[in-house]
């Protein structure tokens, strides 16, 4: 079974701190994408990548396709990071572009 | 403002009710899906719509009932809802084709609360 999953399920940190967000899926990929859902429930793509390293900000997510790992990164993190993130592949041999598989999402509360 | 909007924002009903969920998008893409996200579980893909053409069921229950008249608008009618249907659901859309990967944009979702 095709599996995507998220580490750590929930985290706590202090303003300012340094976050990382790990996600890891089971057979090849053609597309991992990183999400935001506030409390509200509106979801916000932040990244799609496929190889390498994307930055936006204070956001970092980086892929590693041989380990078939992915990292989101988040500096400097500030109480309005607080938020699930949820990490989502798209399998390689899925033909539809649509066809995601998400992971559980990680609970993140940044404190002042 | 997302480019998705979906109405109402919340909804209780009861098991014999009829409603429906509404979601709009003003970004000119071709695809439009309804996601279930219940409480502790992963978002599920239940509807996809290309072009206005059904193209995936994922083996939704008949009590959900998809409709989408335009390219811009995507509706889910429910009818006969059990408890377990309690959900976030989330509408979202894209632009499909061309052999490569579109970012979702997501809706806020309605919150579906089934007494």
């Known amino acids: 079974k095709n599996e995507v999953e998220q580490s750590p399920q929930n985290l706590t940190a202090q303003e300012g701190e340094f976050i990382t967000i790990n996600c890891s899926y089971s057979v090849g990929i053609s597309a991992l994408h990183w999400l935001q859902q506030h409390p509200g429930g509106g979801i916000v793509s932040l990244f799609m990548?496929?190889?390498g390293k994307k930055k936006h900000g204070r956001l970092i997510a980086t892929i590693n396709i041989q380990e078939k790992h992915s990292s989101l990164h988040i500096t400097a993190s500030h109480p309005r990071d607080s938020a699930v993130y949820i990490c989502a592949v798209r399998w390689a041999q899925e033909t539809s572009g649509s066809r995601l598989t998400f992971g559980e999402g990680t609970q993140l509360t940044v404190n002042p | 403002e997302t480019g998705v909007t979906q109405t109402p924002r919340h909804l209780v009903m009861g098991m014999t009710n009829k409603k429906s969920l509404k979601c709009e998008q003003h970004?000119?893409?071709?695809?439009m899906y309804w996601y279930k996200q219940s409480a502790k579980k992963p978002l599920e893909l239940m509807f996809v719509y290309n072009f206005k053409e059904q193209t995936e069921n994922n083996s939704v229950p008949s009590r959900f009932s998809p409709e989408c008249p335009n390219s811009s608008h995507l509706f889910l009618h429910l009818h006969t809802l059990q408890p377990e249907d309690s959900a976030l659901y989330l509408c979202a859309s894209s632009q499909e084709g061309g052999g490569t990967d579109s970012p979702l944009h997501f809706g806020n979702g309605t919150r579906l609360t089934v007494t």
């Open positions: 970004l000119g893409h071709n695809a």
């Open positions: 990548l496929s190889s």
